[in-house]
């Protein structure tokens, strides 16, 4: 098999001061990428900065003989977005490659949830996505070439109690994958997401025995295939966590013509239009259920 190389492609990778963007960003620097290790530096929870972050992972590259910049603008303006992608042009006078991935967590019951965590959640996971995304994509429709990822989750895919402000969003960037994959299609930019499970500081204590089995890294080979210019995909949601790969896809079933268009008829019909026929298909029903699903699989190889 042919190494799949990033060399002369400036990748940037957001929230890439820990966790799963570091290891995308070692692991494409490993290729021969120039990145841009984009990290505000703050807490879980969005609080606080430092600009240290970036600089660690950025200085791990160096030592081991890659490419890197640091930068610490935050991904949840306009402006901030902005000023990313220029860094990246500054400094390398170019980009090919965004890897949307930093994120926050303020989980709350609904009914508990106050509009500031709302608004923090979806403005740096969704409205960030978008702010970077757009500069970026811009770019790439110039140049004629482009990779995005975005970074979903099985919260928002498939539900998880007490996320709705961060199931929300990540939902939300299925549905930016699907619009700029094809918005992209005609100009090579191609657009895929993920759907991680991976013991990071965001997931520490709730994985149980999986969290042995899901290292970052066993995250970032998917997403260097999908950032590559050999990446042949566009538009998909891939479930990954400890080498499990599974593609996600939003189904319908066969569905029914109603003869009497009523309420009542629906009432009587649900079942026929409910009705999955299918023998080979997981559908996961929350991100429990698409757990114990990976670490079926997981555990049947092991
Ligand atoms: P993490 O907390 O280690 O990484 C997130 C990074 O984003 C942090 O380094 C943080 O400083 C940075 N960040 C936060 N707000 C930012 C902002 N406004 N601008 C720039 N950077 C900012 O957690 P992890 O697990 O590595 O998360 C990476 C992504 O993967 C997130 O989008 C998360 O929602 C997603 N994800 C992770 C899962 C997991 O199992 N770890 C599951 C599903 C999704």
Same mark, same amino acid.
């Given at each position: 098999?042919?190494?799949?190389?990033?060399?002369?492609?400036?990748?940037?990778?957001?929230?890439?001061?820990?966790?799963? %963007?570091?290891?995308?960003?070692?692991?494409?620097?490993?290729?021969?990428?120039?990145?841009?290790?984009?990290?505000?530096?703050?807490?879980?929870?969005?609080?606080?900065?430092?600009?240290?972050?970036?600089?660690?992972?950025?200085?791990?590259?160096?030592?081991?003989?890659?490419?890197?910049?640091?930068? =610490? =603008?935050?991904?949840?303006?306009?402006?901030?977005?902005? @000023?990313?992608?220029?860094?990246?042009?500054?400094?390398?006078?170019?980009?090919?490659?965004?890897?949307?991935?930093?994120?926050?967590?303020?989980?709350?019951?609904?009914?508990?949830?106050?509009?500031?965590?709302? =608004?923090?959640?979806?403005?740096?996971?969704?409205?960030?996505?978008?702010?970077?995304?757009? *500069?970026?994509?811009?770019?790439?429709?110039?140049?004629?070439? %482009?990779?995005?990822?975005?970074?979903?989750?099985?919260?928002?895919?498939?539900?998880?109690?007490?996320?709705?402000?961060?199931?929300?969003?990540? @939902?939300?960037?299925?549905?930016?994958?699907?619009?700029?994959?094809?918005?992209? @299609?005609?100009?090579?930019?191609?657009?895929?997401?993920?759907? *991680?499970?991976?013991?990071?500081?965001?997931?520490?204590?709730?994985?149980?025995?999986?969290?042995?089995?899901?290292?970052?890294?066993?995250?970032?080979?998917?997403?260097?295939?999908?950032?590559?210019?050999?990446?042949?995909?566009? %538009?998909?949601?891939?479930?990954?966590?400890?080498?499990?790969?599974?593609?996600?896809?939003?189904?319908?079933?066969?569905?029914?013509?109603?003869?009497?268009?009523? @309420?009542?008829?629906?009432?009587?019909?649900?079942?026929?239009?409910?009705?999955?026929?299918?023998?080979?298909?997981?559908?996961?029903?929350?991100?429990?259920?698409?757990?114990?699903?990976?670490?079926?699989?997981?555990?049947?190889?092991?």
């Amino acid at each position: 098999m042919t190494e799949l190389r990033f060399d002369g492609r400036v990748a940037i990778i957001t929230g890439a001061g820990g966790g799963l %963007g570091r290891s995308h960003a070692l692991e494409l620097a490993r290729r021969g990428a120039w990145v841009l290790v984009n990290d505000l530096g703050g807490a879980l929870d969005g609080s606080g900065s430092s600009a240290s972050a970036a600089q660690r992972v950025v200085d791990e590259i160096t030592a081991a003989g890659g490419v890197a910049a640091a930068n =610490d =603008d935050s991904v949840a303006t306009a402006q901030g977005g902005e @000023a990313i992608v220029q860094c990246a042009l500054d400094v390398f006078g170019r980009v090919d490659v965004l890897i949307n991935n930093a994120g926050i967590l303020r989980d709350k019951a609904f009914h508990r949830m106050g509009a500031d965590l709302i =608004d923090q959640v979806i403005d740096v996971h969704l409205k960030g996505a978008l702010y970077v995304s757009q *500069p970026a994509f811009r770019l790439m429709r110039e140049q004629g070439y %482009g990779r995005i990822v975005n970074t979903s989750s099985a919260s928002g895919l498939f539900g998880n109690f007490g996320q709705a402000n961060y199931g929300a969003a990540k @939902a939300g960037l299925a549905g930016l994958t699907r619009v700029l994959a094809l918005e992209g @299609a005609d100009h090579d930019i191609k657009v895929n997401a993920i759907a *991680p499970i991976a013991l990071t500081r965001m997931t520490e204590g709730i994985l149980g025995e999986l969290a042995s089995k899901v290292s970052a890294e066993s995250v970032s080979p998917l997403v260097a295939y999908l950032t590559n210019e050999e990446c042949a995909v566009n %538009g998909n949601i891939y479930s990954v966590a400890g080498g499990r790969i599974a593609r996600i896809f939003v189904a319908e079933t066969y569905g029914v013509v109603l003869k009497e268009n009523t @309420a009542e008829a629906v009432q009587a019909q649900l079942s026929q239009i409910d009705e999955v026929d299918a023998t080979r298909f997981h559908e996961p029903s929350s991100l429990d259920s698409e757990t114990t699903i990976i670490a079926k699989a997981l555990s049947e190889v092991a």
